[in-house]
Structure formats: structure tokens, C-alpha cells
Nanobody, 123 residues
Framework: QVRLEESGGGLVQAGGSLRLSCAASERTFSSYAMGWFRQAPGKGREFVGY???????YLEDSVKGRFTISRDNAEKTVYLQMNNLKPEDTAIYYC?????????????????WGQGTQVTVSS
């Protein structure tokens, strides 16, 4: 399994921005599809977005226009740029790797997960 480590979470006021990073341990990172998920207090984990090995992205409707996903294969890192944050974005954010390169909205399709990073948006 790939080791993934998220960073960049924190406390921000509504309307603010954060950039989450997810660093991977494997040199084959460039072939993976990478997903971002989040889990709000008392709720199940939900899909946020993914980026394919070729850089194509897909974002869930509630974050579209506010969040972007990018990747730097040389650094083996994927990013989640979050702008115009809202209190409802408060959650633990997880990155996940799909080692076969098949991007998916389904968490069960991902092979490896990071430990998560907390994002808290105050109103």
C-alpha cells in the first residue's frame, strides 16, 4: 500500500482559503488516480473530488467553483485548494490513492488512505 500523508488543515473564518497537501511515498505516484473525501462530525465520509493520472479533475457539486485539485508528480503530491470556505465545509479531509489509475467517486475503489487532516471553518 501507498503511504499518504495529508497536511495543511486548520481553523479559518468563513470566506477564507486553505490548501491541503497529500504526499505519497511511492515513485509510481504519477500513475495513480487520487481522490479527496471528507467526513463531517456525525456524518459518513463523502466524496469531494478526484484527479486522474493525466490531470483531469472532477469535483462534487457543492464544492465546484470553490475547490480545485492539482498534482505535482515530481513532488509526489496532490493538492486541494479550497477557497470561499463555508462552515459546512468543516470536516476531516482525507486523500486516497487508486493505484490502478481508475478514478472513482466511490471510496471503496481506493486502495490507500491518509490519516486525515482537520478543517474547521468558523462563521
Amino acid at each position: 500500500q501507498v503511504r499518504l500523508e495529508e497536511s495543511g488543515g486548520g481553523l479559518v473564518q468563513a470566506g477564507g482559503s486553505l490548501r491541503l497537501s497529500c504526499a505519497a511515498s511511492e515513485r509510481t505516484f504519477s500513475s495513480y488516480a487520487m481522490g479527496w473525501f471528507r467526513q463531517a462530525p456525525g456524518k459518513g465520509r463523502e466524496f469531494v473530488g478526484y484527479i486522474t493520472w493525466s490531470g483531469r479533475t472532477y469535483l462534487e457539486d457543492s464544492v465546484k467553483g470553490r475547490f480545485t485539485i492539482s498534482r505535482d508528480n515530481a513532488e509526489k503530491t496532490v493538492y486541494l485548494q479550497m477557497n470561499n470556505l463555508k462552515p459546512e465545509d468543516t470536516a476531516i479531509y482525507y486523500c486516497a490513492a487508486q493505484e490502478d489509475g481508475i478514478a472513482s467517486l466511490q471510496e471503496g475503489e481506493y486502495n490507500s488512505w491518509g490519516q486525515g487532516t482537520q478543517v474547521t471553518v468558523s462563521s
